[in-house]
């Protein structure tokens, strides 16, 4: 059974009349060479002496049509012996009937074996590849000398993944051949990340609407790899559609039932289909059979007779036709002159004369030598040791199809000519596949060069085999065309899928700082770990850079400039302060506090170079602990000097007070006396002279030096205490900042106790502000050198600094953070050492002619009779009073 012609002819529909069998049209000269091959195998067979030497083959031949109603048509015909088809009678005479060898597609064969299956007819079929058929359940008596599909799905499946293409779209024809075909296929990419673009299925029935609406699919994807599962007629109009849309620029994948077909193979197509790729059955030379081709007698049937009028376009005479027959050529209006039956083929070249690939026909020719084989070994079996009950054997002239199907599963012969040894594994055969390659010769004509094979048996590192050097792919190229939706992502990146379509369509989205991708298509980014951050790259961890403020980066050197600078202007204004020590204004000073003031400053200045360099354990602590102790003895030196200056304000305050009393009195009494008539008698108030006298007097402080030195101590002492507190329970210590900033670690010092930090440092501060409360409460003391006002001064710039400290150093991070703290201590030190010793020693050095005990005396009383008083002003309030008494009464 052959599908000789391409489809069923039309007919008008009418039920009034008997029905009778459809006409065939669209004559295959491809599949005439089908037939003429068994033939020449037959003859062959024949002829042997050591194949079926005493009997004969006959045969019988239908027409499929390429349709499943001509297939099981021409099956019940078979069976029945009949012309007409009648189910489940044997009508027919003569030898017995041994194997059916087609019935050429999926789709009839499987028609055919189902039909087959229940007589156990065996079914040899040379070209169907269906999956489905190897099922023994539904079809226990098919055999092929055909691959299965399931090796040519994953052969697909292979190259696709071989050339990294995961973006393909797929065609297949409207059967179970291209169903099943397509659909192993899908299964093995799909799971291996391929994507589909889309999925189109040929129609069996012409459907134009149909066709262009597969080529808009095809014009419209970006998929340049397209999968074609599908006979060569089913395929042929879809082609014929794509020459005329001029859709170039794809490459095509072949399955073995079009790829050295003919019919798909017609001038023109280079344009479309040059470069396509498929898989192709083994390929043999058949001795002797292209004269047998040649040699052709066009009046042996009616078959012949229409290949010889479709091939010269000329009639014969009206004849009857064969079994399955089709109108003669001249009842088609076909033109053309009479056949004479001299023409000769050898003039022509075309699919029919072609042996060049001779792959389906080569099975074909190796389908027919199994059944021979088979009833070989059959004629030839043993009496008493046969394979059926009893060990009996079958009459070669009588037996049960049954009985040939047990030789033929167990057949096991090699080839004439080719050596290639066939067997039945379980009715299929080995999966071998020659990789063939669309290639534009020097004609303009397509060639068909091998360029690879396949082996289905092979284990799967080494069943594809290709020649990359030997591919001529579309329009040319050396190099294989890309197929992706999206292209890779690259190291750095990850994919990100895109809502809706395939999960090969992705965005590359850069990797997060801190994150990496180091592979092709990642689909997370790794997070670096703790020391680590991504480059710029964001392939690759890298350490992260070690930051500290050093001691020789600019900045660093900046710094210890100027911290020793402030320590050693402050060690000068000490030595300044050693060379005048018996000078009048540092004796009013207490030289012992003004050194022990000196020293904190210098302490402070240099334990801001402490603060540089890599943190370590003993630097975190001396920095700390040195700084907080530092200040407390500072701010508490000044707190001293600041509490006897507010003493003084407050006695004076109270003199001055008592003074204006006494002397509001002594005038009244004055004034009293006058009116009485008594000029002689002078009224005094001795005790609240006596009292101004006492509480005026400048030696007479509340606070000695000695208390002012008891209180500097004793605030120190304090810190001292808290600080070794803490520096036992929890000290300072250096840590591995890697949260302030991503890509740096910064080496830095953890306090260790946030409540010690601040109970330690606000300690600090309240000796600032008591220092500062003092201070301005006697900042109205007037003499020539003002201390309070200086030390309300240095207090306000120590906190101005202090205060914008706080956002500045929120505000910086890292390496600058601890800038900002050194600067803060500088300048606060600075700011101190210059408001509270720069007008000292400006009198020292600059102006001594002031530095005398007259100097450190008050200054005279204002003209506007205010008065206000200094540290020295005190001695002469009482005596003032005194004289301002005397006057008056003198003058009365």
Excluded at 131 to 154: E, G, M, V, W, Y
Excluded at 248 to 268: C, D, F, K, Q
Excluded at 824 to 840: E, H, N, R, V
Aim: negative net charge.
């Amino acid at each position: 059974m052959f599908p000789v012609h391409s489809r069923i002819a039309s007919s008008d529909g009418n039920t009034s009349r008997v029905p009778v069998s459809s006409g065939c049209e669209g004559f295959n000269f491809r599949t005439f060479r089908w037939t003429q091959t068994m033939l020449f195998a037959i003859n062959e067979i024949n002829e042997k002496n050591d194949l079926l030497p005493n009997t004969d083959l006959g045969y019988v031949i239908y027409d499929s049509c390429f349709t499943i109603s001509k297939a099981v048509e021409g099956t019940l015909t078979y069976l029945t012996g009949q012309d007409e088809a009648v189910p489940n009678y044997r009508c027919g005479t003569g030898a017995p009937l041994a194997s059916l060898v087609g019935a050429g597609g999926s789709d009839l064969s499987i028609a055919t074996a189902r039909i087959l299956g229940l007589y156990h007819f065996p079914q040899v079929s040379y070209s169907s590849t269906c999956s489905a058929l190897k099922s023994k359940f539904q079809f226990p008596t098919f055999l092929r000398t055909i691959p299965n599909d399931d090796h040519q799905s994953t052969a697909m499946a292979q190259m696709v993944l071989h050339f990294g293409w995961t973006w393909v779209g797929t065609i297949a024809a409207d059967d179970d051949y291209g169903k099943y075909g397509i659909k192993g296929f899908k299964e093995q990419v799909e799971e291996a990340g391929v994507c589909i673009s889309f999925s189109e299925v040929l129609p069996k029935v012409s459907s134009p609407e149909a066709i262009q609406r597969i080529v808009q699919t095809v014009v419209e994807s970006t998929a340049k790899i397209i999968v074609v599962f599908s006979s060569d007629v089913d395929l042929s109009p879809l082609i014929a559609e794509l020459l005329q849309h001029n859709v170039t620029n794809r490459t095509w994948i072949a399955s073995e039932a079009w790829v050295t077909s003919a019919l798909i193979n017609h001038p023109g197509v280079s344009s479309v289909l040059s470069g396509t790729l498929g898989f192709g059955v083994k390929r043999a030379d058949i001795p002797g059979l292209q004269r047998h081709l040649l040699d052709l007698d066009p009046y042996d049937d009616g078959l012949t007779e229409e290949f010889w009028e479709t091939l010269f376009n000329c009639t014969f005479s009206d004849k009857a036709r064969w079994l399955n027959s089709t109108p003669p050529r001249a009842a088609r209006g076909v033109p053309g002159g009479l056949c004479t039956g001299t023409e000769s083929l050898a003039q022509l070249n075309n699919t029919y004369s072609d042996i060049s690939q001779l792959r389906i026909t080569y099975s074909v020719y190796k389908a027919v030598y199994a059944v021979a084989h088979a009833l070989h070994n059959l004629e030839h079996c043993e009496r008493g040791k046969g394979p059926f009950i009893g060990n009996s054997c079958a009459d070669i002239t009588d037996f049960e199809p049954w009985q040939l199907m047990y030789y033929l599963k167990n057949v096991r012969f090699k080839v004439p000519n080719t050596e290639e040894e066939i067997y039945f594994d379980d009715g299929d055969v080995e999966g071998f596949y020659d990789i063939i390659n669309w290639q534009v010769n020097s004609n303009g004509e397509i060639s068909y060069v091998t360029v690879g094979r396949y082996n289905g048996s092979a284990v799967r590192e080494d069943r594809m085999n290709i020649n990359h050097h030997s591919i001529v792919w579309n329009n040319e190229m050396l190099e294989p065309p890309r197929s992706v939706c999206s292209e890779n992502c690259q190291p750095g990146t990850r994919k990100g899928i895109r809502q809706g379509e395939p999960v090969c369509c992705f965005d590359c989205i850069p990797c997060a700082d801190g994150e990496i991708s180091n592979t092709t298509n990642a689909r997370e980014c790794i997070l670096c770990s703790g020391d680590y951050w991504s480059n710029d790259a964001n392939d690759a961890c890298v350490p992260k850079i070690i930051e500290f403020l050093a001691f020789g980066e600019p900045l660093g050197i900046t710094l210890i400039v100027i911290s020793a600078f402030g320590a050693l202007v402050t060690i000068g204004v000490g030595v300044v302060f050693i060379v005048h020590i018996g000078t009048p204004l540092v004796k009013a000073n207490d030289a012992l506090l003004s050194f022990s003031l000196l020293l904190s400053l210098v302490v402070t200045f240099l334990c801001a170079i402490v603060f540089l360099g890599e943190p370590q354990h003993w630097s975190c602590m001396t920095s700390q602990v040195a700084l907080a102790l530092g200040f407390a003895l500072c701010l508490s030196s000044i707190m001293g000097k600041a509490a006897v200056l507010m003493l003084r304000a407050q006695a004076l305050k109270t003199a001055r007070t008592r003074a204006r009393a006494a002397a509001k009195a002594a005038k009244a009494a004055a004034e009293a006396a006058a009116d009485s008539g008594r000029p002689d008698v002078i009224v005094t108030n001795t005790n609240n002279i006596n009292d101004a006298n006492t509480c005026a007097n400048p030696e007479v402080d509340y606070l000695t030096c000695a208390h002012q030195r008891a209180i500097a101590a004793v605030a120190t002492l304090i810190q001292v205490i808290a600080c070794t507190v803490w520096l036992i329970i929890l000290p300072p210590h250096p840590v591995k900042n890697t949260s302030a900033q991503n890509i740096k670690i910064i080496l830095e010092c953890d306090e260790g106790s946030v409540v010690f930090i601040c109970c330690i440092f606000g300690y600090d501060i309240l000796l600032a502000l008591m220092a500062f409360i003092f201070a301005f409460t006697a900042r109205k003391l007037e003499d020539h050198f003002s201390e309070a006002k200086s030390v309300t001064f240095g207090m306000l710039v120590f906190f101005i600094v202090w205060i914008s400290f706080v956002p500045a150093y929120l505000s910086t991070r890292g390496k600058f953070m601890v800038a900002v703290q050194i600067f803060a201590i500088l300048a606060s030190s600075f700011g101190m050492l210059t408001c509270i010793f720069l007008p000292k020693c400006y009198v020292l050095l600059v102006k001594p002619e002031r530095n005398t005990e007259e100097m450190m005396r008050p200054r005279a009383r204002p003209r506007d009779g205010t008065w206000t008083g200094t540290s020295a002003s005190l001695a002469t309030a009482a005596t003032e009073v005194n004289a301002t008494i005397a006057s008056t009464a003198i003058d009365d």
